[in-house]
């Protein structure tokens, strides 16, 4: 079995920062593509952020210059830096995970989510 766990959620005033974390653990053979998603009330959940296992990133437009995805192989982690955050930005955030547990098992998985809201 594998676990995402996220941290780093929080209030912060429109304009502030926020760097939310997510370590996967378990039976780890290894982690492809590591993300993060987000989910407003009453809105379906989107894509934020992703990055590939070689660093290649994708972006939302509406955080593209704003956020920046990053992650450490090493300890399998990925990292949301969020900056100049915005009210619409409010939502639970999810990490999202491809995790090869044995050479030939792929599977997806996600975390609990962190509440990030953006507020004054």
């Known amino acids: 079995q594998v676990q995402l766990a996220e941290s780093g959620g929080g209030l912060v005033q429109p304009g502030g920062s926020l760097r939310l974390s997510c370590a996967a653990s378990g039976s780890i053979f290894s982690v492809n593509a590591m993300g993060w998603y987000r989910q407003a009330p009453g809105k379906q959940r989107e894509l934020v952020a992703r990055i590939s296992s070689g660093g290649s990133t994708n972006y939302a437009d509406s955080v593209k210059g704003r956020f920046t995805i990053s992650r450490d192989n090493g300890k399998n982690t990925v990292y949301l830096q969020m900056n100049s955050l915005k009210p619409e930005d409010t939502a639970v955030y999810y990490c999202?995970?491809?995790?090869?547990?044995?050479?030939?098992?792929?599977?997806?998985?996600w975390g609990q989510g962190t509440q990030v809201t953006v507020s004054s």
């Open positions: 999202n995970a491809d995790v090869q547990t044995s050479p030939r098992g792929l599977y997806n998985y």
